[in-house]
């Protein structure tokens, strides 16, 4: 499929040009222009779009650092700059080391039973950056509603299957694991003797979680008595006090298997296990945030395990790391800074005669029966359509980071910032979908089909030339934008989509003949 790009070559093209070489005529002018980025392997119209989107937010994030009078900053630009200058005091970061979580590894190294255990557990710094039980949001998909759920914690390895003996590329990386966690134990004031068995027992920790790490064919409802009951020893209802969900009554349990496992080793009272682990994933998790040597020790870790070499400077670890924790924030001021085109009302026209056609396809479709099309019909009209960005942004702006002059620290703001969106979270429980309802970045260069809520969503990342102008013509803005929307509507009609009512809800819709025929 060739997309018409505002670059390519001029309408003087023949028509005799188009028949013999339609990808040519169509994009020859921006193939001889574009240039190849240096250490790019490919160029693409995408990467296009991310270079222009990316030089406006530097703009902007460059005119916040600049600020004389930081009076005139707004609170989140006030935040964005304190996270910046943070992040690449690395002076600071190095002569304050592990200072500003010494006092949280002191209260884990002190643990010797389960009752203490479960009360570091409910320590929200320790919380919020690694546990032996994590909880989340969860999609209701046939009540439609956001639900908090129970699962296992993710494994550092990735796949359970480099935990198995007989696998010779998993040995070679759990050899670099321990290697990885002996170092941020010593680098953290463990002896060298003590660092190698707290890493074996984290290892050990691991081997259990990937054990038991096959999601249940369905997931289980339980109200907080009866997780209790099941698994008494966890005590799961203070935890959920704990860390904010007070008032949910019901948790979707997705791995019962790990949860039945872990009660039972707390029963055995295994606590130097659990209690290494607990500290090694928490040293892990803020190690990139922690001096230069904890940061180079992840990233020797990453090229050992992914084969990531990292060759980035300071300065783009901080703009990867903002964009991690501020995107929603980047996204409302690249909007309300960035010199933006608003998409005009031929886009809606546009999306509504692609609909249009999808409508007239399954009207003329002689395999399925009236009563699939009527369904199917409905559905497609509605596709609740977003287009550019959301009317409201919903960011949270309560917390306040601290710099180091003003005895903050990057990690201290990370661990804020992490525990703010958690209550953030929070209020989503029991709450229907919002088919309105951005999850991803509005400067994304792509557009996006959400089964669960029959919505569609085309970014303002994306309205930009090749792939749309205001000053294009409608039919070359189709060749561009048009496809891709089309893309995105047959989302909703594709084997996963096609299991999906028209409000989002997992229901078989389709005849029985009609469902053989469709799967044919």
């Given at each position: 499929?060739?997309?018409?790009?505002?670059?390519?070559?001029?309408?003087?093209?023949?028509?005799?040009?188009?028949?013999?070489?339609?990808?040519?005529?169509?994009?020859?002018?921006?193939?001889?222009?574009?240039?190849?980025?240096?250490?790019?392997?490919?160029?693409?119209?995408?990467?296009?779009?991310?270079?222009?989107?990316?030089?406006?937010?530097?703009?902007?994030?460059?005119?916040?650092?600049?600020?004389?009078?930081?009076?005139?900053?707004?609170?989140?630009?006030?935040?964005?700059?304190?996270?910046?200058?943070?992040?690449?005091?690395?002076?600071?970061?190095?002569?304050?080391?592990?200072?500003?979580?010494?006092?949280?590894?002191?209260?884990?190294?002190?643990?010797?039973t389960t009752k203490q255990l479960n009360k570091v557990l409910t320590n929200p710094d320790i919380n919020c950056l690694t546990q032996l039980v994590s909880f989340d949001l969860f999609i209701?998909?046939?009540?439609?509603?956001?639900?908090?759920?129970?699962?296992?914690?993710?494994?550092?390895?990735?796949?359970?299957?480099?935990?198995?003996?007989?696998?010779?590329?998993?040995?070679?990386?759990?050899?670099?694991?321990?290697?990885?966690?002996?170092?941020?134990?010593?680098?953290?004031?463990?002896?060298?003797?003590?660092?190698?068995?707290?890493?074996?027992?984290?290892?050990?920790?691991?081997?259990?979680?990937?054990?038991?790490?096959?999601?249940?064919?369905?997931?289980?409802?339980?109200?907080?008595?009866?997780?209790?009951?099941?698994?008494?020893?966890?005590?799961?209802?203070?935890?959920?006090?704990?860390?904010?969900?007070?008032?949910?009554?019901?948790?979707?349990?997705?791995?019962?298997?790990?949860?039945?496992?872990?009660?039972?080793?707390?029963?055995?009272?295994?606590?130097?296990?659990?209690?290494?682990?607990?500290?090694?994933?928490?040293?892990?998790?803020?190690?990139?945030?922690?001096?230069?040597?904890?940061?180079?020790?992840?990233?020797?870790?990453?090229?050992?395990?992914?084969?990531?070499?990292?060759?980035?400077?300071?300065?783009?670890?901080?703009?990867?790391?903002?964009?991690?924790?501020?995107?929603?924030?980047?996204?409302?001021?690249?909007?309300?800074?960035?010199?933006?085109?608003?998409?005009?009302?031929?886009?809606?026209?546009?999306?509504?005669?692609l609909i249009a056609i999808y409508k007239q396809r399954i009207i003329d479709a002689e395999w399925m029966s009236e009563q699939t099309k009527q369904y199917a019909i409905e559905k497609l009209?509605?596709?609740?359509?977003?287009?550019?960005?959301?009317e409201s942004w919903g960011v949270e702006n309560n917390i306040e980071l601290k710099s180091y002059e003003n005895r903050g620290s990057l990690i201290r703001n990370i661990l804020d910032i992490?525990?703010?969106?958690?209550?953030?979270?929070?209020?989503?429980?029991?709450?229907?979908?919002?088919?309105?309802?951005?999850?991803?970045?509005?400067?994304?260069?792509?557009?996006?089909?959400?089964?669960?809520?029959?919505?569609?969503?085309?970014?303002?990342?994306?309205?930009?030339?090749?792939?749309?102008?205001?000053?294009?013509?409608?039919?070359?803005?189709?060749?561009?934008?048009?496809?891709?929307?089309?893309?995105?509507?047959?989302?909703?009609?594709?084997?996963?989509?096609?299991?999906?009512?028209?409000?989002?809800?997992?229901?078989?819709?389709?005849?029985?003949?009609?469902?053989?025929?469709?799967?044919?």
């Amino acid at each position: 499929v060739a997309v018409v790009c505002s670059s390519c070559q001029s309408a003087k093209s023949s028509f005799s040009e188009l028949r013999e070489d339609f990808y040519g005529s169509v994009n020859g002018k921006w193939l001889k222009e574009a240039t190849l980025p240096d250490g790019a392997a490919s160029y693409t119209a995408f990467d296009e779009v991310v270079s222009k989107t990316n030089q406006k937010v530097y703009k902007i994030m460059d005119q916040i650092m600049k600020e004389p009078n930081k009076e005139r900053l707004t609170k989140l630009e006030r935040n964005l700059e304190t996270f910046c200058m943070n992040f690449l005091n690395v002076d600071m970061r190095n002569q304050q080391n592990i200072e500003p979580i010494k006092e949280t590894l002191d209260e884990i190294r002190g643990v010797k039973t389960t009752k203490q255990l479960n009360k570091v557990l409910t320590n929200p710094d320790i919380n919020c950056l690694t546990q032996l039980v994590s909880f989340d949001l969860f999609i209701d998909s046939k009540n439609l509603v956001n639900v908090l759920s129970c699962y296992m914690p993710q494994l550092t390895l990735g796949d359970a299957s480099f935990y198995e003996e007989e696998n010779e590329l998993g040995k070679a990386m759990q050899e670099a694991y321990t290697h990885f966690f002996v170092r941020l134990f010593t680098m953290s004031g463990t002896t060298e003797d003590e660092a190698i068995i707290k890493a074996k027992h984290v290892l050990e920790m691991e081997k259990i979680i990937a054990q038991n790490s096959n999601r249940a064919t369905r997931e289980y409802v339980y109200t907080r008595e009866e997780l209790d009951y099941l698994v008494p020893e966890l005590k799961l209802p203070e935890l959920l006090d704990h860390i904010g969900y007070q008032n949910v009554e019901k948790v979707t349990v997705i791995n019962l298997d790990y949860l039945l496992k872990l009660n039972d080793l707390y029963q055995r009272e295994d606590i130097e296990v659990f209690r290494d682990y607990i500290e090694g994933m928490f040293l892990k998790e803020a190690s990139s945030y922690l001096s230069e040597a904890f940061d180079e020790a992840y990233a020797t870790f990453n090229n050992q395990i992914y084969g990531i070499e990292s060759v980035q400077t300071l300065e783009d670890k901080a703009k990867d790391c903002m964009e991690k924790y501020f995107q929603k924030e980047i996204d409302e001021l690249y909007i309300n800074k960035g010199n933006i085109q608003e998409p005009a009302d031929d886009l809606k026209l546009m999306v509504e005669d692609l609909i249009a056609i999808y409508k007239q396809r399954i009207i003329d479709a002689e395999w399925m029966s009236e009563q699939t099309k009527q369904y199917a019909i409905e559905k497609l009209e509605n596709i609740t359509i977003n287009i550019g960005y959301p009317e409201s942004w919903g960011v949270e702006n309560n917390i306040e980071l601290k710099s180091y002059e003003n005895r903050g620290s990057l990690i201290r703001n990370i661990l804020d910032i992490k525990q703010a969106k958690r209550l953030s979270q929070r209020e989503k429980i029991g709450k229907p979908l919002d088919p309105r309802q951005w999850d991803f970045s509005i400067r994304v260069p792509n557009a996006y089909y959400n089964y669960t809520t029959n919505s569609m969503f085309i970014p303002i990342g994306i309205l930009q030339e090749p792939f749309y102008s205001n000053s294009q013509s409608y039919e070359k803005n189709l060749g561009g934008i048009g496809t891709i929307i089309a893309h995105e509507i047959s989302h909703s009609f594709d084997e996963i989509g096609a299991t999906y009512d028209k409000d989002g809800r997992l229901r078989n819709w389709w005849t029985t003949e009609d469902q053989n025929k469709f799967r044919k």
